[in-house]
């Protein structure tokens, strides 16, 4: 498989864009531990034609985590083409456009999920970024509006013809927004598609190893790309390689992750913001499942305000783990 001139190994697992999830700390851990490609947390258009700085900030990438996307919204045909010139300059690997993020205040403002109900401005605005930049464009989106509107099998193939170097399918519809269950049948279908050449990327409700396995088998998919399921361990893409780890990770080295993950935030910030940024993944991380009792540790952990204060939480939490992981 193939993204322009990045050629990825067999079953490639891929880290979706999330906003305030994929900064740079977890983008470079999840790469550490197997992902072949990682995203960006999502860039307004418009923010950053404007140059807000919190947005200019999303466009820092790192040499350690490539192969790596910066992933670019909006619902002006100008402001996206100057927004992804801007965004070339970032040198980033590819430039992905979201069309397929459900929430309000994005959705609801005719951006992400909101194109899918103004197919000939989205396609406008596809063909004029990939007209715009060198650098290869790809699109994430979903399979519709709503189940009255199952459009992905023709805008997959409307979307090649605009020249985007692949594409990416969340098996739901806009209206599900995370609810009920993916629909991969579609993204198989849309796969299979002889007139399809790009590569097809699947995403949603991947969070075992076996789902990885079945969405390649099943399915055809050239990529599997993983979400929510991300959350609190980036080691995710270690246990669901294809190649079996004779030496899987012990709770100590994934703490020691957690850790890393809460100091690279705080460096990169500053101490209030790096622990904000790093109480998600604590909050989400099944580490913690299973220990008795463990409600009152958790809040103290979300509380928290202090680097130190954390920081001993977690080391107390050691033992704990190991205890309840025990066979």
Not at 170 to 184: E, I, K, L, P, V
Not at 189 to 196: A, F, H, L, M, Q
Not at 235 to 242: A, E, G, N, R, T
Request: proline letters at 5%.
């Amino acid at each position: 498989m193939k993204i322009g001139n990045i050629t990825f190994g067999q079953h490639p697992l891929f880290l979706a864009p999330m906003e305030d999830v994929t900064d740079i700390g977890f983008r470079m851990l999840c790469k550490r531990y197997g992902a072949a490609m990682v995203y960006t947390e999502f860039v307004s258009a418009e923010a950053l034609i404007r140059s807000v700085q919190s947005t200019v900030n999303k466009l820092t990438i790192l040499d350690e985590e490539r192969p790596v996307g910066i992933q670019l919204y909006g619902r002006d045909v100008a402001a996206m083409v100057e927004a992804a010139r801007i965004v070339e300059t970032a040198h980033p690997d590819l430039i992905d456009l979201n069309f397929g993020c459900p929430v309000k205040k994005v959705a609801g403002k005719g951006a992400g999920a909101g194109m899918l109900r103004n197919i000939p401005l989205l396609l406008d605005i596809t063909r004029e970024v990939v007209k715009a930049v060198k650098v290869p464009v790809t699109v994430k989106t979903r399979l519709g509006w709503d189940h009255d509107h199952l459009i992905i099998p023709t805008l997959a193939e409307q979307l090649q013809d605009c020249g985007i170097q692949a594409l990416t399918i969340h098996g739901r519809t806009r209206s599900q927004m995370y609810t009920g269950q993916a629909d991969w049948t579609l993204i198989g279908e849309v796969k299979n598609n002889p007139r399809i050449h790009i590569p097809i990327i699947g995403n949603g409700d991947i969070t075992t190893p076996q789902q990885a396995h079945d969405a390649f088998e099943r399915y055809g998919v050239d990529a599997v790309m993983i979400g929510r399921a991300t959350f609190g361990q980036p080691w995710i893409f270690k246990d669901m390689s294809d190649v079996p780890d004779a030496t899987p990770l012990t709770v100590d080295e994934k703490l020691d992750i957690l850790l890393e993950q809460l100091h690279i935030n705080v460096a990169r910030t500053d101490e209030y913001r790096g622990i904000l940024h790093t109480r998600r993944h604590l909050a989400a991380t099944p580490l913690f499942k299973g220990i008795p009792d463990f409600r009152q540790t958790r809040i103290a952990m979300l509380r928290a305000t202090t680097l130190q204060e954390l920081e001993s939480i977690l080391q107390s939490c050691r033992e704990l783990v190991k205890r309840v992981q025990q066979p």
